[in-house]
């Protein structure tokens, strides 16, 4: 009997990475048309640190422009402060965690409707540990507290051994278009981006479509691949 083939893995997309926002309307303004450039499943809000109504009014006045493009909308657990009761006043549809205690301390608030993903997993057993835990999905390769991150070839094979194995999607954090093309390549189901796009001299959108058009080339590489693969 032929074995039953294997349906394609989709295409990697994007997760885009705000700067640390304290005035929301510059943002509000400009992400419609930056969402439009490239396909974006994801935002991670990353909001200054202030009084929870403060907070609440900040996502709120970026949320339409965000959930309005068909993303979700996640806030950055670590700026939090623990209040992750603030995801679910604000309307946000989830947030993302740094290492297995705030995943296990956030869970509670954000399950079951909320995404909680996690990331800051070191060593394949914290990696496992937050899929067990009920993670939405994990990332890879950001930078830690000291900005140090592992090697791309680091970031890639973690990626590689997750998504041969493992069910939730994995993300790859990207620094260089050159990262998103080799993290896609490696098996990642979205690509993590945040200053790659913000710092670029030609602007966040031209940036970001260039991002995008690195998963393209390394979703039809992969295809590729695997249509010679079956002879």
Not at 147 to 159: F, I, Q, W
Request: one cysteine or more; charged letters at 25%.
């Amino acid at each position: 009997m032929a074995a039953k083939p294997v349906p394609p893995r989709p295409a990697p997309r994007l997760y885009l990475a705000t700067r640390v926002v304290d005035d929301p309307q510059p943002l509000a303004t400009s992400l419609p048309g930056l969402l439009t450039a490239a396909d974006v499943a994801a935002v991670l809000v990353r909001l200054r640190a202030a009084e929870p109504r403060g907070m609440i009014a900040r996502v709120k006045a970026l949320a339409p422009a965000i959930q309005n493009a068909g993303a979700a909308l996640l806030l950055d657990g670590e700026l939090l402060d623990g209040q992750f009761e603030l995801v679910a006043r604000a309307g946000a549809d989830g947030a993302h965690l740094t290492g297995i205690k705030a995943l296990e301390e956030a869970l509670p608030g954000l399950k079951p409707d909320r995404i909680a993903g996690c990331g800051g997993l070191v060593t394949r057993h914290d990696s496992m540990s937050a899929g067990e835990l009920g993670a939405d999905y994990v990332l890879f390769g950001e930078p830690d507290a000291q900005g140090k991150r592992p090697s791309p070839d680091a970031v890639a094979e973690r990626l590689q051994w997750w998504a041969e194995l493992f069910e939730p999607p994995c993300i790859g954090y990207a620094a260089t278009r050159e990262e998103a093309y080799e993290f896609a390549l490696a098996g990642a189901d979205f690509v993590l981006v945040g200053d790659l796009v913000w710092a670029d001299a030609r602007g966040a959108a031209t940036a970001l479509a260039d991002v995008g058009q690195a998963l393209r080339e390394a979703y039809a590489a992969t295809r590729e691949t695997a249509e010679a693969a079956r002879g």
